[in-house]
């Protein structure tokens, strides 16, 4: 018997992938793990900049061999970005 769990991520926004790394084979299983998981295709973005996170946008990067996506819940007026760790999927 085959047990297969799927966890949708849900968000709000935009999600944003910083793969820290330009080895284009670990950005593409990164993307179809994301888009496996319920991520639209369309809404990932590669961006390393946390300066445009908004409240509500993912932020997911790549921790070998996890990634680790971070829920933005709050961005102050000094730029200050507060984020939560919501889960972690092995690559």
Same mark, same amino acid.
């Given at each position: 018997? =085959? =047990?297969?769990?799927?966890?949708?991520?849900?968000?709000?926004?935009?999600?944003?992938?910083?793969?820290? @790394? %330009?080895?284009?084979?670990?950005?593409?299983?990164?993307? !179809?793990?994301?888009?496996?998981?319920?991520?639209?295709?369309?809404?990932?973005?590669? %961006?390393? !900049? @946390?300066?445009?996170?908004?409240?509500?946008? =993912?932020?997911? %990067?790549?921790?070998?061999?996890? =990634?680790?996506?971070?829920?933005?819940?709050?961005?102050?007026? %000094?730029?200050?970005?507060? &984020?939560?760790?919501?889960? &972690?999927?092995?690559?």
């Amino acid at each position: 018997m =085959l =047990l297969l769990i799927i966890m949708v991520i849900n968000y709000s926004k935009r999600v944003f992938l910083a793969p820290n @790394t %330009s080895d284009e084979e670990i950005i593409l299983k990164a993307k !179809n793990l994301l888009v496996y998981n319920g991520i639209d295709e369309g809404d990932i973005l590669i %961006s390393y !900049n @946390t300066n445009e996170l908004e409240e509500g946008d =993912l932020f997911i %990067s790549y921790d070998p061999p996890d =990634l680790v996506i971070r829920n933005v819940y709050e961005k102050k007026r %000094s730029g200050i970005i507060k &984020m939560k760790s919501i889960q &972690m999927l092995k690559l």
